[in-house]
């Protein structure tokens, strides 16, 4: 079964959001309690197992902080 695996570049977020809104299955959420440096609340996954691989999160991210990748590639 296809598997996906996401990366933040936690440090680059701006906590804007465009993500979370872009996420087909809505499995992208902001947790409160994990701060970057700036004071951004970090972008979680809440199940990964829903992912359907599609980078909508990615390619909509402005400052690129999310890297999609896949098991097969
Ligand atoms: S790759 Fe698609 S389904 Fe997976 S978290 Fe990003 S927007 Fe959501
Ligand atoms: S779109 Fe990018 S900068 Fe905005 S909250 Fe998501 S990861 Fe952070």
């Known amino acids: 079964m296809k598997k996906y695996l ?3 570049d ?4 701006k906590g804007c959001g465009v993500c979370i809104h ?4 809505k499995i992208l959420k902001t947790d ?3 701060l970057n ?3 951004y609340a970090l972008v979680q996954v809440t199940d990964i197992n829903k992912c359907i691989g ?5 390619m909509m ?10 098991n097969d590639e």
């Open 6 to 8: 996401l990366t933040f």
């Open 10 to 13: 936690n440090e680059a977020c």
């Open 22 to 25: 872009f996420c087909p299955v």
């Open 32 to 34: 409160p309690v994990r």
């Open 37 to 39: 440096k700036a004071g």
């Open 54 to 58: 599609c980078a909508f999160c990615a």
């Open 61 to 70: 991210c402005p400052d690129s902080v999310i890297k999609v990748e896949s």
